[in-house]
């Protein structure tokens, strides 16, 4: 059995922006985790996810030993920090976007996330 939870119960993240790029770094909160993100949040899944900002090319790098991977999203800044008309076109609030994904974790692995889940239900966790 299988409990949906939001990534930022499996891992935190890091970010950072270079003109119109983002990098969004996405770190287990334990090593037994990493597996589970190596194999659900894929390029094609940030990809959907990010699929409001449009992004013309996304690359992830696994980091195995840090028990992290690395994305690089293309063209997701609104033209990058200085040409940008919105306000918040940071790369360094995306991290919390890709954090909201769900994400499928076996309920052995439960007691391993940030905040483990009680209930027996199999809704996302919100809180």
């Given at each position: 059995?299988?409990?949906?939870?939001?990534?930022?119960?499996?891992?935190?993240?890091?970010?950072?922006?270079?003109g119109n790029?983002?990098n969004?770094?996405?770190?287990?909160?334990?090593?037994?985790?990493?597996?589970?993100?190596?194999?659900?949040?894929?390029?094609?899944?940030?990809a959907?996810?990010?699929?409001?900002r449009?992004p013309?090319?996304?690359?992830?790098?696994?980091?195995?030993?840090?028990h992290?991977?690395?994305f690089?999203?293309?063209?997701?800044?609104?033209?990058?920090?200085?040409?940008?008309?919105?306000?918040?076109?940071?790369?360094?609030?995306?991290?919390?976007?890709?954090?909201?994904?769900?994400l499928?974790?076996?309920?052995?692995?439960?007691?391993?996330?940030r905040?483990?889940?009680?209930?027996h239900?199999?809704?996302?966790?919100?809180?």
């Amino acid at each position: 059995m299988t409990r949906t939870v939001e990534l930022r119960l499996a891992a935190h993240g890091r970010t950072g922006d270079k003109g119109n790029r983002s990098n969004i770094s996405v770190i287990a909160w334990d090593p037994a985790l990493y597996p589970l993100l190596v194999e659900q949040i894929t390029e094609e899944a940030v990809a959907r996810h990010f699929a409001g900002r449009r992004p013309t090319r996304v690359m992830r790098h696994l980091l195995p030993r840090l028990h992290a991977m690395n994305f690089v999203l293309d063209d997701v800044l609104d033209g990058g920090v200085n040409d940008a008309l919105n306000l918040d076109s940071h790369g360094k609030a995306l991290s919390f976007v890709v954090l909201a994904m769900p994400l499928e974790v076996p309920e052995h692995l439960l007691p391993l996330l940030r905040r483990p889940i009680t209930d027996h239900n199999n809704t996302m966790e919100t809180t």
